[in-house]
């Protein structure tokens, strides 16, 4: 998946977590946390929404780098290049 | 075949558990002894009527789209659209004791107000108590536990401002007699008082045929009739559960609504060290149609709690029940759209379940017909007069809770300990919705969804 790709692939994720956020103003460098009113339990289902649609492992040392949509799909582009985009 | 993890019991927490594991793919099967689901807040058919078997109201109250509330975990963490719960706010309701009444709704600010009203001197520290239970979170500090009586009394001076506080609450979720855990005391305050009340104009059927459905069609598997009788246990593990008919399914998790003591007993777990008491506190509810709306008999209450003297006693009674206190609610009271087909009062008080227990079917009967009386006349003094409204009744007993959720003595919020942090003395076997500590409909769903999150998802 490219980079665009990827960041298609976590807003769809967020759309599904927290479907009444607006994510439509979303900046890519501030942290999810400081934009989205989003609690740890939510936090756990994006890394476990991409394992379950992108079979992505993504240990618990390195949820870090899930703060922000910048961050996060600097982290996931080369696990990911493998991985087909989802139809 | 094994199972990444089976569930015991379809009541609110084991379904919302099984979604949860259903939705990240865990091949998960719900057990459940009754031949409906739901557990105590189940409904059922009677006369042409649809009725409910526990819910007054679903606590908790926040309104679409609201944020870091307790429902609006639920409704992300299930993956819920907030209209398929379609919930009505309550109209308004009352704690009413002799010569003093307290009113509140779904705005904090009313309650507020009605409390420096009624004790003007209490008003700071009233607020002070208030301020303090907004941030307490009891599920993450399991080590301090103490009693609310005692924190409640060094805050509060006025003993009936006190009483008329503890009598919603306990009855809201009290597993204790006489007292409460403070933790236990600032959710139920939080979710009546500061969030509030609601009801699906459908009743709680409307809840349970989503949460059954999302779970079915995320292929989670469901067997009614399936009473689990045994769990099997090697090396400190839990390797299959044997149901009544002797069935034997393999799991490499049990997570168990079906209560702590309950579940022990499956273990055949004999060591009394670790015999939880079931618990005690018990109801009955009575139940009346009318030929009218409540409305039109002057009663335009959600919910009354009502207690006919200063001091509240919240305990079992010596005799089959305790009308001097109770809970009435008109599930018709609620601010729906269209007005709802049947016209209902729910009146529920303490019982004490050897006491039903020991009649016969006749005498069992009787005891129906006489409480029935007896409760409606206690409620009757705090609310216009409705007897002559009644057009039909029914009955629950704590023989009908013991059936409808397997808690022994029909013991309505569990037992009195606790399994907080979800752990047992089996690696994989793990207590979910009343007796991890969290009560009533969100509770239990909370319950279910935090206990799989924090063991079950992680491998
Ligand atoms: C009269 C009354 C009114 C209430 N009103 C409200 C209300 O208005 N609002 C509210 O929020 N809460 C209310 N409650 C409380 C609420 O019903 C409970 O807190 C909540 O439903 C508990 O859910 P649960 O999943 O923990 O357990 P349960 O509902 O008890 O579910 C346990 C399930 O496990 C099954 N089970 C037990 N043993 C076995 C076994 N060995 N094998 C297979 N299955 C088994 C049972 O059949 C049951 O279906 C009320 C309770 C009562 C008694």
Redesign the interface.
């Known amino acids: 998946m490219t980079a665009a790709e990827i960041k298609e692939a976590v807003l769809e994720i967020l759309s599904d977590i927290a479907p009444d956020e607006d994510l439509s103003n979303l900046k890519e460098d501030v942290s999810f946390r400081e934009q989205l009113e989003m609690d740890s339990m939510d936090f756990l289902d994006i890394v476990m929404e991409l394992r379950k649609r992108y079979r992505i492992q993504i240990p618990e040392e390195e949820y870090p780098a899930l703060a922000s949509m910048k961050s996060t799909v600097e982290y996931l582009e080369p696990r990911m290049t493998e991985v087909a985009k989802k139809q | 075949m094994t199972y990444d993890a089976i569930i015991i019991g379809a009541g609110m927490s084991g379904l919302a558990a099984g979604i949860r594991l259903a939705?990240?793919?865990r091949k998960v099967c719900i057990l459940e002894r009754h031949s409906v689901i739901g557990g105590l807040n189940s409904f059922y058919r009677r006369g042409g009527r649809n009725l409910d078997v526990g819910l007054h109201a679903l606590t908790n109250y926040a309104p679409t789209?609201a944020?870091?509330r307790p429902l609006?975990?639920i409704m992300?963490?299930l993956?819920l659209?907030?209209e398929e719960f379609s919930l009505a706010p309550q109209v308004g309701s009352a704690i009413r004791f002799p010569g003093a009444e307290l009113n509140f709704t779904n705005d904090y600010k009313l309650f507020e107000s009605e409390v420096h009203r009624r004790f003007p001197r209490e008003k700071d520290n009233f607020a002070r108590l208030v301020g303090e239970l907004c941030d307490y979170d009891h599920i993450d500090q399991p080590s301090v536990r103490h009693s609310a009586k005692e924190h409640v009394a060094e805050r509060v001076k006025d003993p009936l401002l006190r009483e008329m506080l503890f009598c919603p609450l306990m009855f809201y979720g009290s597993a204790h007699e006489h007292d409460m855990d403070f933790g236990q005391f600032s959710i139920l305050f939080r979710s009546i008082f500061l969030e509030g009340l609601a009801r699906p104009f459908a009743g709680v059927r409307l809840i349970l045929k989503r949460l059954v459905d999302k779970f079915k069609n995320l292929g989670g598997e469901l067997r009614l009739r399936a009473g689990v009788s045994r769990i099997a246990v090697k090396d400190g593990a839990a390797t299959k559960v044997v149901l009544d008919d002797g069935v034997e399914l393999e799991a490499k998790n049990v997570l168990s609504s079906a209560g702590w003591p309950e579940t022990l007993r499956m273990c055949a777990e004999p060591s009394s060290e670790r015999a939880a008491d079931p618990g005690r506190l018990t109801f009955v509810e009575s139940i009346a149609i009318l030929d009218s709306p409540p409305e039109k008999l002057g009663h335009d209450k959600t919910i009354v709690f009502f207690n006919d003297s200063e001091k509240f006693h919240y305990a079992a009674p010596e005799e089959a029940a305790d009308v001097r206190s109770g809970v009435i609610c008109s599930p018709n009271n609620f601010d729906y759209d269209e007005p709802m087909p049947e016209n209902v009062l729910r009146i529920s008080t303490l019982a004490n379940y050897a006491r039903w227990a020991e009649l016969d079917e006749v005498e069992y009967r009787l005891a129906k017909l006489r409480w029935f009386d007896r409760a409606a006349a206690a409620a009757a003094r705090f609310m216009p007069e409705f007897r002559h409204a009644v057009i039909d009744t029914d009955m629950f007993t704590p023989l009908t809770i013991h059936r409808y959720t397997g808690h022994e003595g029909g013991a309505v919020y569990g037992s009195t300990q606790k399994r907080y942090d979800g752990t047992t003395h089996l690696k994989n076997l793990f207590i979910c919705g009343n007796d991890q500590g969290l009560v009533g409909i969100v509770g239990a769903i909370l319950s279910g969804?935090g206990i799989v999150?924090k063991y079950l998802?992680k491998e």
């Open positions: 939705h990240f793919e789209g944020k870091n609006s975990r992300r963490q993956r659209a907030w969804i999150n998802l």
